[in-house]
């Protein structure tokens, strides 16, 4: 039996949609190429971004953050958060327009198989790992994790492999993309022959509904970033509850924190060496006061700009002698948990805006924001803004 009777046998046996069989016009490459430049566009947005705050939170970087201005981190997370939900829509159109490709027959000869065989792994590396990276991101930014392994480390892998079979996809099909994307999107010229009639909606139309759809989905959650947008967000995240009308994530309760915050015993450990000073709250309300406007940028993307006040961190580490250029360990209260301690590299610790904060909006800490002082300083995520601090360590 012929390689080619035994295909027609399989084909009878298993009644697999042939590419042919897919004859509406608007699954053209030049719809694929338009909504593809923008999902491009969006997933390069999303790495960079997303390597930034690797980067801001891995211990070892390979070079040094910039604390300044204030509010960078604020941008690139929420930068993250909105392109990737901006290519939720633009992914499911994509998919749509190159579905009959799926069932495109394999081409003959052992090379061009090999190469055909080739491609379509990359492209099954792309479209898998598209489609982790957005829903992982979208329901962690949603703060529902229903899924057991660690989302950082995976969303973090996943990126490079979606980052790489863009890249090679991109090689691959960049003769055609140049082609179609030089000529009109109504151009025919690159569909397949069996491709036939008018659509009930022209190609334009349908790229169109796909940014129309993108738009909306961001004006429906950037609200939890963009303070303008915050009453047309329906389904943004966090937009702006909590005491102080600043969102809170993990509440003092939740933390296991109130007995010990609001303890007349509670006092600040201030370490450098073998000098040590302590602090009740009332010797930090004696110290010297400053105030300053510095965001609160959550990873999952929502962020609330407060106004605070409270010691500067330097003022304190020069008590205890501290020279300049020291990264400071911080600890919490909290008995447990992710982020009851955090690390200042030296240009946070040092930044004049770097605050204990003990008070917000003009009233003292409420216990939710980290009462009866919390670490506030520029540039850094939400996550290493450590809340019910206790002590502080200069290394
Ligand atoms: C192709 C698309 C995407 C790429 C390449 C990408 C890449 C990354 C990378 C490299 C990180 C840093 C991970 C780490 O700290 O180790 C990150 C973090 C994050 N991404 Fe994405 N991402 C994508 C899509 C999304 C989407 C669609 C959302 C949500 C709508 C999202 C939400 C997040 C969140 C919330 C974090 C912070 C996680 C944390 O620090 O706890 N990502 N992303
Ligand atoms: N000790 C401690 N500090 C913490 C947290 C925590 O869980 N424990 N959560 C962090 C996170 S994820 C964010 S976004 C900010 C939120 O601060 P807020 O509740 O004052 O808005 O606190 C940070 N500080
Ligand atoms: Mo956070």
Redesign the pocket.
Known sequence: MSITELRTRLEALVPVPSEDQFTSRLRSPAVAARIGLWLGIS?GI??LT??Y??EV?AHHTFFTLPSRPASLYRWT?GL??IS??A??PLLLVKLWAVFPKLFARPPRGLVRLAGEALERGSIAVLVAS?IF??AS??C??AQWYPWGFH???T??AV?WL??GALLVHVAVKLPVIRDVLGSDIEDTRHDRASMSGTPPLSRRGLVRTAFAASGVAVLATAGSTVPLLRKVSVLGVRSGSGPEGIPINKSARAADVIALALSPSYRLTVQHGATVRSFSRGDLEALRQRTHDLPIAC???WSASGTWSGVRLRDLLDLVGAPHGRAVRLESLEPHGYYRVSELPHQFADDPLTLLALGLHGEPLSIDHGYPCRLIAPGR?G?LQTKWVTKVEVL
């Open positions: 997933f999303c790495f997303g390597l705050s690797h939170q997370q993250h958060v990737g939900t290519a939720v598209a990276q957005l991101g979208l962690n930014s989302f950082r480390a969303h973090y990126a979606a980052i990873v999952e993307g995520p996550v």
